[in-house]
């Protein structure tokens, strides 16, 4: 039985995953929140998984590295400086960081950057996210990843072609731009949709999350996945098969 040690355990995600944790046979290797000790439950775990805060990131990082185990990161809103310390940490235990763990939404993201790539710069897109009123990072990290993907299908640059926030008078889209809208509001566990917008028709690519639960099974299977694992970054397709 593999021992999963959870970051933010007391917390949305952390419940639904320490059930998926049991559910799937595994152990519970213990949670750490706030200032827990993450050394201790790194060194009892044979993988570390964190679901917590951008501001924990470093710490859980530093603690994969000490202990010499493989961790999970899915935690959102993260910036590029989150992105250097999982590129760093990679190098010493391996690392998988992704805004979404669920089947659904690594296959959606390989049909996005399909239609991307197909379809081309006559066809505007727009990526719409739908989360509960606690969400307090936007756009999400799923929506950023498929906006990522939809950039790869295009062989662009997403930074350089993200159109986030529009308020007041923004003159026209510009074309090639990748648009993002995020919705807040009631228990929502997360709707993502890609438009394809194109001269007289559309095409909506879309998943919807009924709970949490969907996210907790594939990280267990992702934390199972990363045991052994030489150090470096993996993916989510990777982990699934896609
Ligand atoms: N990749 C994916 O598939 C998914 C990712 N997420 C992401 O997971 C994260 C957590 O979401 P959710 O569970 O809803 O959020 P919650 O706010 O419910 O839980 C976060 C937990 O992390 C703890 N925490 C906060 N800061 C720290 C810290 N510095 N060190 C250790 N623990 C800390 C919180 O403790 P306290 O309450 O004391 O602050 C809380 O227990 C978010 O970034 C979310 O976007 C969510 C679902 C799926
Ligand atoms: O905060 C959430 O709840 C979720 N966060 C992730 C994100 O930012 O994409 C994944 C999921 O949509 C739920």
């Given at each position: 039985m593999a021992r999963i040690g959870i970051i933010g355990s007391a917390g949305r995600m952390g419940q639904a995953l320490v059930d998926a944790v049991l559910a799937a046979g595994e152990t519970h290797a213990g949670g750490a929140d706030k200032g827990d000790d993450l050394a201790a439950?790194?060194?009892?775990?044979?993988?570390?998984?964190?679901?917590?805060?951008?501001?924990?990131?470093?710490?859980?990082?530093?603690?994969?590295?000490?202990?010499?185990?493989?961790?999970l990161i899915g935690t959102t809103g993260l910036e590029e400086r989150h992105h250097f310390l999982c590129d760093h940490a990679a190098e010493h235990v391996a690392v998988l960081q992704t805004g979404n763990t669920s089947l659904g939404v690594t296959l959606l993201a390989h049909l996005v950057r399909e239609a991307a790539q197909r379809l081309g710069e006559d066809w505007d897109i727009e990526v719409i996210e739908t989360h509960h009123r606690m969400k307090v990072d936007a756009p999400s990290g799923t929506a950023l990843l498929l906006g990522q993907a939809a950039a790869e299908g295009r062989g662009v640059?997403?930074?350089?072609?993200?159109?986030?926030?529009?308020?007041?008078?923004?003159?026209?889209?510009?074309?090639?731009?990748?648009?993002?809208?995020?919705?807040?509001?009631?228990?929502?566990?997360?709707?993502?949709?890609?438009?394809?917008?194109?001269?007289?028709?559309?095409?909506?690519?879309?998943?919807?999350?009924?709970?949490?639960?969907?996210?907790?099974?594939?990280?267990?299977?992702?934390?199972?996945?990363?045991?052994?694992?030489?150090?470096g970054r993996y993916t989510m397709p990777e982990v699934l098969g896609l």
């Open positions: 439950l790194a060194a009892g775990s044979d993988v570390l998984v964190d679901f917590s805060s951008p501001h924990a990131l470093e710490a859980s990082l530093d603690a994969a590295v000490a202990a010499g185990v493989p961790i640059d997403l930074a350089g072609h993200s159109e986030r926030g529009r308020d007041g008078i923004t003159g026209a889209r510009a074309r090639g731009a990748i648009g993002f809208a995020s919705l807040r509001g009631g228990t929502v566990a997360g709707d993502h949709t890609v438009q394809f917008l194109g001269n007289d028709e559309r095409i909506a690519l879309s998943h919807l999350a009924e709970n949490r639960r969907i996210f907790a099974r594939g990280a267990v299977r992702a934390a199972q996945w990363l045991i052994g694992k030489p150090a």
